[in-house]
């Protein structure tokens, strides 16, 4: 408390307003694979937050039978009776990204001599003589420079036609050799002609009368045509004024009429290489049976200048854009992103390299007049694969066209039990990265229920002890789980169980896990077809319905909240003796039911604990996780706090209405929290410990519902 020392009105403020949070006692853990999306554990990435079906879909793609376990179809299920997931994908070592290599090349380019001391020569038998007065003569607007221009792109398709003359006003004559004029122009050129598909560029290298006509579409199919005419004001004449840009950086032959090429670097030996930004075949661009078009693909249309127009297209349909190559900010390796970490695309990084795709750092791009061997560092600079010295175009740019990833591998084909076992049970690195089942450890998730469905994982039985221990260890969620698919009549199922078989040699035996079997017939709408689902899917699908209808220490089970209506058909047909034989004498497998006349339901609520405690029901164990879990979350901030009797009272009065709001809505019928001198003897003080003693009768379920018929004579008295 302060010490007031003069005189004063002082106002303190203390928040002693504590109160126990609400948990989400249906956040769901899935685990297993697919051929998109973000891996867990890598660059550090965490259980995936997916809050519906259609953002599934987006992430991770559709499910397919090709897919090793069924985590994505059992998430489908799951999400139509939560809105709160977190989706752990794997990946085998097999697992790469999808890939284009994007060709570099020079774009067709001509040179417009200038007064740089080029003569241009007269053609057409046309000399010096009273026409020049007229062409120098500022007054005279008919007269000037005229070129006709053609460009088409590497596709060979015109991209641009049309006419331009330089009038008069910025032409000018100097003195003559004795046989010709040297004519130059005032102005560089500059901007661009035809809606940015042909360019104007001065040169700082020469003079400042010369400038280049260029094709802004890059490649050997690319084309620039180009006639080059003076006028005297009266008629035109052919004007020897244009020089090619040659494929070593060189000038050529002046000419007044040219068709010029662009060049193309082997994409095999040098290129710019998309990646998609994970690993999968996913990414593969290509077309469905449906028709539609699955996977990326990386755009490179023309544009104006410098730039460069890049497009990314998502299952065919444009979902970002890119301008690139202007400035130093605006360079394509800076402005995309290299890596994962400097990325600025949701689905690619790029960066320039060798044939052997050896990452290379070339200079940005800074200016549209780059020889190639400046863009891709020649062997002056140790490029150490030849250099550029055969093709060199000064005007570089990325071929436009569409490029396909391909070549994603999702990590899972091919794939030994012992393989997959170590990508779903996973690891943590050494920097904190946590794959598969591991990755579930993590307070922050709040994972309530965990499963990794699906024959080839989740039938592994180091994958279901995994997650089992997983569970116990954390104490955070529930672990389902069920026998594979195809494992025979009721008896051996059981026998599994109890690890008699060889696909399970130890028997399953934990209040934190749960079994259910046989497995379901569901129609799946991606491809049509009816598939068999492992049972654990709606086994974690009816305890969100449970936890939306009703409460966790609800039974998920029967025919008010255990009933499936998707489902046409059980594996195994099971029969009064079956479902006693799963359910009683020690055995803990909860029996999914069609009955003839009410349907499907799942018909039994038991941990696979064996020990008959209250644990050994679904319902308690999903209450005790929740109450500790509130426990935990309302009680933090008397950590430090003094372990005297003020602080004893407020746990009390912390833990007291929560468990009391719990006994109103039928979880507990008793309950006591003690917290006092008897818990907090003095020498638990002395170790700083503070110790609370929660005691709790949990709700019994009526799984047997028995009505004692009972006849009587005539005589009988029964009362009122």
């Excluded at 309302?634 to 950590?639: A, D, E, I, K, M």
Aim: hydrophobic fraction near 40%; aromatic fraction near 8%; charge should be negative.
């Amino acid at each position: 408390m302060p010490n007031f020392v003069s005189p004063g009105v002082y106002v303190i403020e203390k928040d002693i307003s504590d109160y126990p949070p609400t948990i989400n006692s249906s956040v769901v853990g899935i685990v297993g694979f697919a051929d998109r999306g973000p891996i867990a554990g890598t660059n550090l990435e965490k259980a995936t937050l997916i809050t519906s079906q259609q953002q599934l879909v987006d992430t991770f793609g559709e499910p397919n039978e090709a897919i090793t376990g069924q985590a994505l179809e059992g998430s489908l299920e799951i999400l139509e009776a939560t809105n709160t997931m977190r989706f752990v994908r794997c990946a085998g070592a097999t697992a790469v990204e999808a890939s284009a290599a994007v060709s570099v090349g020079g774009c067709p380019a001509v040179f417009v001599s200038g007064s740089n001391g080029t003569v241009i020569d007269w053609v057409d038998g046309v000399t010096v003589g009273a026409g020049m007065s007229a062409i120098g003569s500022s007054d005279n607007t008919s007269s000037g420079v005229r070129f006709a221009v053609t460009a088409t792109d590497n596709a060979g398709t015109q991209i641009y036609t049309g006419t331009t003359t330089v009038p008069s006003a910025t032409l000018t004559t100097s003195a003559t050799d004795g046989a010709s004029t040297v004519l130059g122009l005032k102005k560089k050129f500059g901007g661009s002609l035809g809606a940015d598909r042909v360019g104007a560029f001065g040169d700082s290298a020469l003079l400042a009368a010369s400038g280049f006509l260029v094709n802004l579409a890059a490649g050997s199919g690319a084309t620039l045509s180009i006639t080059m005419e003076i006028t005297d004001g009266a008629a035109w004449y052919g004007l020897s004024g244009l020089q090619p840009v040659n494929a070593d950086g060189g000038l050529g032959t002046a000419a007044s009429s040219l068709t010029v090429s662009g060049t193309s670097v082997d994409s095999t030996s040098h290129s710019y290489l998309v990646k998609s930004l994970w690993k999968g075949s996913g990414y593969n661009a290509g077309t469905k049976t449906d028709g539609s078009t699955s996977g990326v693909s990386f755009e490179v249309g023309v544009n104006g200048g410098v730039n460069t127009r890049e497009q990314v297209n998502n299952l065919g349909v444009a979902a970002e854009s890119f301008i690139t190559g202007a400035t130093s900010s605006a360079f394509i390796e800076d402005y995309i992103g290299v890596d994962y970490t400097n990325r600025t695309s949701d689905y690619i990084t790029g960066y320039f390299v060798t044939g052997t795709y050896v990452n290379v750092t070339p200079t940005a791009l800074t200016s549209f007049e780059k020889q190639l061997d400046t863009l891709l560092p020649g062997t002056a600079t140790g490029y150490g694969q030849g250099g550029m010295t055969t093709v060199n175009p000064r005007f570089v740019k990325l071929l436009q066209g569409t490029y396909n990833l391909a070549s994603g591998d999702s990590g899972y084909d091919g794939l030994t039990e012992a393989q997959v076992t170590t990508a779903i049970v996973g690891s943590t690195d050494a920097n904190g990265g946590k794959t598969g089942i591991e990755a579930l450890d993590d307070d922050v998730l709040n994972i309530s229920i965990a499963l990794a469905p699906g024959p080839g994982v989740g039938n592994i039985q180091a994958v279901q002890n995994g997650l089992i221990t997983k569970a116990e260890a954390t104490t955070n969620f529930l672990a389902l789980v069920s026998p594979p698919y195809g494992v025979g009549n009721t008896g051996a199922a059981i026998e599994w169980s109890n690890g008699f078989d060889t696909a399970r040699t130890v028997a399953l035996n934990s209040s934190y896990g749960a079994i259910y079997w046989p497995w379901l017939k569901v129609f799946q709408v991606f491809d049509g077809k009816d598939r068999w689902l492992a049972p654990e899917i709606y086994g974690a699908r009816q305890m969100a319905v449970t936890d939306n209808v009703a409460d966790p220490w609800f039974a998920p089970a029967g025919f008010v909240r255990g009933k499936l209506s998707k489902p046409t058909d059980v594996e195994v047909v099971l029969n009064q003796g079956d479902r006693d034989s799963l359910y009683s004498g020690g055995n803990a497998i909860n029996p999914v039911v069609n009955f003839p006349q009410n349907g499907i339901a799942i018909f039994g609520q038991r941990t696979s604990q064996r020990q008959p405690t209250a644990l050994d029901r679904i319902n308690v164990r999903r209450m005790m996780i929740y109450i500790k879990k509130a426990i935990l979350a309302s009680t933090q901030r008397l950590v430090f706090e003094p372990n005297d009797s003020f602080t004893w009272t407020r746990v009390q009065d912390l833990i007291n209405p929560m468990l009391d709001d719990i006994a109103s809505r039928r979880g507990i019928t008793e309950f006591k929290v003690i917290c006092d001198e008897s818990t907090n003897t003095p020498v638990r003080v002395d170790r700083n410990e503070m110790w609370c003693k929660v005691l709790i009768k949990p709700t019994k379920t009526a799984e047997m519902v028995i009505f004692e018929l009972n006849l009587t004579n005539q005589s009988a008295q029964l009362g009122s």
